[in-house]
């Protein structure tokens, strides 16, 4: 064995190694990609991926929620959920991911968690678009048509052109 064998070999073991510690596999260790991987039978998973990132910035709140999606996908709400709060701790500042644990939330059928967490969001930026369009669709399901319209108004002043709050103001104007 030469010594430049020798060498990508040591690092091929080692990245085998660490994979195998942390429970994940590093396809882009060893020399020649992913064919030696598949060729051992080793895929790489999306989640697999995910967790890699999550390992790599424990303290990224993005490693969480793209995580979220991935269990989200796979019909894993409580998943998805504890994803959801682990990125909120570490950024509870952040709408967007306050909206996001309320929607998987309102999947899970847990309405009054849903409406808490898109006002959580709303506490955070009170013009996020997605969080006021949600919680005026609950509003129109309870029949409170005024709260109903002053969020939907809200929307607009943000955005005078979005559809969905008009389509929203005609269907309370059908009732």
């Given at each position: 064995?030469?010594?430049?064998?020798?060498?990508?070999?040591?690092?091929?073991?080692?990245?085998?190694?660490?994979?195998?510690?942390?429970?994940?596999?590093?396809?882009?260790?060893a020399?020649?990609?992913?064919?030696?991987?598949?060729?051992?039978?080793?895929?790489?998973?999306?989640?697999?991926?995910?967790?890699?990132?999550?390992?790599?910035?424990?303290?990224?709140?993005?490693?969480?929620?793209?995580?979220?999606?991935?269990?989200?996908?796979?019909?894993?709400?409580?998943?998805?959920?504890?994803?959801?709060?682990?990125?909120?701790e570490?950024?509870?500042?952040d709408?967007?991911?306050?909206h996001?644990?309320?929607?998987?939330?309102?999947?899970g059928?847990?309405?009054?968690?849903?409406?808490?967490?898109?006002?959580?969001?709303?506490?955070?930026?009170?013009?996020?678009?997605?969080?006021?369009?949600?919680?005026?669709?609950?509003?129109?399901?309870?029949?409170?048509?005024?709260?109903?319209?002053?969020?939907?108004?809200?929307?607009?002043?943000?955005?005078?052109k979005?559809?969905?709050?008009?389509?929203?103001?005609?269907?309370?104007?059908?009732?």
């Open positions: 064995m030469s010594e430049g064998s020798s060498e990508a070999w040591r690092a091929g073991v080692l990245c085998v190694v660490t994979a195998s510690f942390f429970g994940f596999c590093l396809v882009a260790c020399p020649g990609g992913g064919d030696q991987h598949a060729a051992a039978g080793v895929e790489m998973t999306a989640l697999d991926s995910l967790d890699a990132a999550i390992l790599a910035s424990p303290n990224d709140p993005e490693g969480y929620a793209n995580r979220s999606l991935e269990f989200l996908e796979t019909g894993r709400i409580a998943d998805a959920i504890a994803d959801l709060e682990l990125a909120l570490i950024d509870d500042t709408a967007e991911l306050w996001r644990l309320g929607t998987v939330r309102y999947s059928q847990d309405f009054q968690g849903a409406v808490r967490d898109w006002q959580s969001g709303l506490e955070k930026t009170p013009e996020h678009i997605p969080s006021l369009l949600s919680l005026a669709e609950v509003d129109i399901h309870l029949r409170q048509y005024e709260r109903a319209l002053d969020r939907l108004n809200e929307a607009l002043q943000s955005d005078v979005l559809d969905a709050a008009y389509y929203m103001k005609g269907r309370i104007y059908k009732e």
